[in-house]
Nanobody, 126 residues
Framework: QVTLVGSGGGLVQVGGSLRLSCAPSGDSFSVSTYAMAWFRQPPGKEREFLAADGWTGGRTIVADSMEGRVTISRDNVKNTAYLQMNNLKPEDTASYYC????WGAGSRSETSYHIWGQGTQVAVSS
């Protein structure tokens, strides 16, 4: 089964930064032809969209609530997508998921993505 492997989560203090990474399991596909996206699910809440990057790299979408604090990027040589998060707050505590869709333009909708990672835990302490 084709999946994504997320990493880079952990415990960070308020105001700190983290960079999450996401790569296809076993290099099973090339992210260069996929839209990549990040979602998160805080404890007891529904999953929410954070950011997406269309497969061409020319269309990036960021949730209004995260504008200015997160940056989505990719390295096609390393076959990895990233989510840089800055000025972290306690409400950023969540499980973070990366997702991918072949030839995708980039979307805020979960249903647009058919390949998902297992979730990476981020905890922000005050």
């Amino acid at each position: 089964q084709v999946t994504l492997v997320g990493s880079g989560g952990g415990l960070v203090q308020v105001g700190g930064s983290l960079r999450l990474s996401c790569a296809p399991s076993g290099d099973s596909f090339s992210v260069s032809t996929y839209a990549m996206a990040w979602f998160r699910q805080p404890p007891g809440k529904e999953r929410e969209f954070l950011a997406a990057d269309g497969w061409t790299g020319g269309r990036t979408i960021v949730a209004d609530s995260m504008e200015g604090r997160v940056t989505i990027s990719r390295d096609n040589v390393k076959n990895t997508a990233y989510l840089q998060m800055n000025n972290l707050k306690p409400e950023d505590t969540a499980s973070y998921y990366c997702a991918a869709e072949l030839w995708g333009a980039g979307s805020r909708s979960e249903t647009s993505y058919h390949i998902w990672g297992q979730g990476t835990q981020v905890a922000v302490s005050s």
